[in-house]
């Protein structure tokens, strides 16, 4: 018997006839018509101001941080129970990030312990919400309205997911997707940079098209196409983005069978949730399943990776993350010393099962039984 992966990517079914297109119009490079196809997806149906495919979601923070034209010294505040890509893009131009920690009840980042992390050096709030599970995002908005911070969210996990009904992703400043072979749609390789404020959008433009003003001359708008700025090279190949556009265009099936496998583990494990024995996803009121992924966690590390050795001996393959960002190799000797033991908990206790679009719900069932019968043999 095989293991049952942790992820597969998957093919919606236009993707190859996609890539054909792009190159019977004569057009792989960037900004083609299937990335204009995908901008306008996401403006019209999130009321995103503006968007920019870019090749990947790191990508898409390096382009938001040009925008934000950070000084060395300045202070960005973000959690520290995050992927590196939300850190490394400050850190290119400088920037001195202050790591906050999670919640006591969600691996969110604890938006009340971030108020006295504020400086006059403070210049950007990031916001993750992991697993596609809301920020509380009046509290993160007006935290950056009073202080004057950029506010940018990290979507990577949250596509199609809402905040009291308003689609994630539109409440920064900046937003940066993801669209890797692991999240809910996917382009291989791929990102988005989403620009809100509209004071960053004429600089947006420019920045993605390695600092020409290549799309105000495409509109007619100047006479030369002209080096008018810095920037780089930002625009992913029009294959992928038809790649993607495909995968957009079943975006609510994706979704509806991705949602049905998250409450399928949330249904077969609730009782171990009731006898206390785990604790599964908690979402707020405010927010909502968007079936990017499903998470136990455990009582603490040891049980955590008995169970992972558990699961995998028997066929399934989970894994866990993150390592948290203040104590990695890289970053524990530029961090302040605070100690963040929520980011640190979750660090330890907490396990992802196999989450992916063609998972069948019998194998759901599967797995729920493995992880139901380690209780069986571990109290
Ligand atoms: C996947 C991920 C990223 C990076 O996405 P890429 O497209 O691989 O660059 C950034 N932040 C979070 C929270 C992620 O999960």
Redesign the pocket.
């Known amino acids: 018997m095989i293991k049952i992966p942790f992820n597969k990517p998957y093919f919606a079914g236009g993707e190859i006839q996609n890539i054909v297109n792009a190159a019977y119009k004569g057009h792989l490079s960037g900004n083609g018509i299937y990335t204009q196809l995908c901008h306008r997806f996401f403006e019209t149906r999130y009321g995103f101001k503006k968007t920019f495919l870019t090749t ?3 990508d898409a923070f390096e382009m938001a941080v040009m925008l934000m034209d950070i000084q060395p010294g300045d202070e960005v505040i973000m959690p520290s129970f ?2 590196v ?2 850190a490394n893009p400050f850190l290119l131009k400088g920037a001195r990030i202050l790591f906050a920690d999670s919640c006591p009840d969600h691996p969110n980042m604890d938006l009340n312990a971030v108020e006295e992390l504020i400086t006059p050096r403070t210049k950007v709030l990031v916001v ?1 919400h992991y697993g596609g599970v809301a920020q509380d995002m009046d509290k993160a908005v007006e935290l950056a309205r009073k202080y004057n911070l950029i506010l940018i969210e ?1 979507t ?2 949250a596509i199609d997911s809402h905040y009291k009904g308003k689609p994630l992703g539109s409440f920064g400043d900046f937003a940066a997707f ?1 669209f ?1 072979e ?2 809910n749609v996917s382009a291989g ?1 791929g ?1 988005m940079l989403v620009v809100n404020n509209e004071k960053y959008i004429p600089r947006a433009e420019i920045v993605w098209e390695k600092g020409t003003n290549r799309a105000a001359f495409a509109r007619g708008e100047v006479e030369k196409y002209e080096w008018v700025d810095v920037g780089a090279s930002f625009l992913p190949s029009d294959m992928i983005a038809g790649v993607l556009y495909a995968q957009l265009q079943i975006i609510d099936e994706i979704q509806s069978k991705r949602k049905k496998i998250f409450e399928r583990y949330y249904d077969n494990l609730k009782p171990l949730e009731q006898k206390g024995l785990v604790k599964l996803p908690y979402i707020p009121d405010y927010a909502e399943n968007n079936g990017h992924m499903f998470y136990l966690l455990l009582k603490n590390k040891e049980q955590r990776d008995k169970m992972l050795r558990f699961l995998n001996e028997n066929y399934v393959h989970s894994v866990f993350h993150y390592l948290p960002l203040h104590l990695s190799p890289f970053y524990k000797n530029r961090h302040d010393g605070r100690e963040l033991p929520n980011a640190v908990r979750y660090s330890k206790m907490l396990l992802r099962l196999p989450f992916f679009y063609e998972l069948p719900l019998e194998l759901v069932d599967f797995i729920s039984e493995k992880v139901i019968s380690f209780f069986k043999t571990d109290k």
């Open positions: 990947s979601c790191t995050t992927f890509s939300t993750m990290d990577a996990h993801s890797h692991t999240k390789e990102g």
